[in-house]
Every structure is written in structure tokens, then in C-alpha cells.
């Protein structure tokens, strides 16, 4: 069955960072697109970040440009989201997601994790 889990959300202070982890089981996505997106209450689901099977290629959204930074350990089966210079409107649950798909210049988020949250208070 494959989970993916993620770890390190928390509160911080506006201008504070976090390091958040997702760690897949299951099956191996080394050859798979991950990402993450963000869910605030009374809004969609917002895509934040990107990174293909290389781990080089990243894309990100606008709102976190240059804030957020996408990366990941294929030996450890683990995506991860740097967030520095946070603000209030960061606040949301944080999802991990990854790509059925291998090799593929996107993300598809066929799998998700549960979801971890993130306070940022002013």
C-alpha cells in the first residue's frame, strides 16, 4: 500500500522558516514527478512546488517564489519544502503529493499524504 507521510509543520512567526518532509513507502517514486500543495481554510487547493524524478527540474507558484525551495532524496524516498521568510498567509494544511507517471515532464498528483499543518502568526 503506498502512504506518503508527512512530518515538520508547526507554528512559527511571521519571517520564520520550516523544513517540510514527506516520506513515501509502498513503492519506490525515484522515476516520479512529487510536489506539494497547501489547502487554507475556505479555499481550493492551492499547487505550491514541484520536483521531476532528477530532482533538477522544479517549477514553482508564483506565491512561493523564491520563498519556497523544493527538493528531494531519492535514496530515501523523500521529498522535501524549505519555507523561509513565511507569512500569515502561508497558513494552511500542507499536502504532500506524487505522479503515478514516471519519467514525465509534470505533476500529476495521483497519491497524496494526509496532510500537515502550518500556523504562521503575525
Known amino acids: 500500500q503506498v502512504q506518503l507521510v508527512e512530518s515538520g509543520g508547526g507554528q512559527v512567526q511571521a519571517g520564520g522558516s520550516l523544513r517540510l518532509s514527506c516520506a513515501a513507502s509502498g513503492r519506490t517514486f525515484s522515476r516520479n514527478a512529487m510536489g506539494w500543495f497547501r489547502q487554507a481554510p475556505g479555499k481550493e487547493r492551492e499547487f505550491l512546488a514541484a520536483v521531476l524524478w532528477t530532482g533538477v527540474k522544479t517549477y514553482y507558484a508564483d506565491s512561493v517564489k523564491g520563498r519556497f525551495t523544493i527538493s528531494r532524496d531519492n535514496a530515501k524516498n523523500t521529498v522535501y519544502l524549505q519555507m523561509n521568510s513565511l507569512k500569515p498567509e502561508d497558513t494552511a494544511i500542507y499536502y504532500c503529493?506524487?505522479?503515478?507517471?514516471?519519467?514525465?515532464?509534470?505533476?500529476?498528483?495521483?497519491?497524496w499524504g494526509q496532510g500537515t499543518q502550518v500556523t504562521v502568526s503575525s
Open positions: 503529493a506524487a505522479d503515478d507517471r514516471e519519467y514525465s515532464d509534470d505533476l500529476m498528483a495521483n497519491y
